[in-house]
């Protein structure tokens, strides 16, 4: 079982930045690939950013150069530093762990969301 905790979330106006955290319990992440998703209401839940276990990134092409995703296995914690932020990035963002089984896949885990508003 992985427990994840998303902080960081909160009011900024266009153009800002905030760092959204994720800590995880229960499991270390040195071998779980991990990643932030954001949702609208109403909406599917769309993946913003991804992180494997070695290092590898990858982004939506929507937030590519303006959002950095980064982790610290040390503390356990997955990051994303969000710049130049638009009224279109408003939503709950959610972090996933991909939690490796022993059959093979994986199995998803989920925070609660944080939410994140833009203004104009």
């Known amino acids: 079982q992985v427990q994840l905790v998303e902080s960081g979330g909160g009011l900024v106006q266009t153009g800002g930045s905030l760092r959204l955290s994720c800590a995880a319990s229960?499991?270390?992440?040195?071998?779980?690939?991990m990643g932030w998703y954001r949702q609208d209401p109403g909406k599917q839940r769309d993946l913003v950013a991804a992180?494997?276990?070695?290092?590898?990134?990858n982004y939506a092409d929507s937030v590519k150069g303006r959002f950095t995703i980064s982790r610290d296995n040390a503390k356990n914690t997955v990051y994303l530093q969000m710049n130049n932020l638009k009224p279109e990035d408003t939503a709950v963002y959610y972090c996933n762990a991909k939690v490796p089984l022993w059959a093979g896949g994986h199995e998803d885990y989920w925070g609660q969301g944080t939410p994140v508003t833009v203004s104009s």
């Open positions: 229960g499991s270390r992440l040195g071998n779980i690939a």
């Open positions: 992180i494997t276990s070695g290092g590898s990134t």
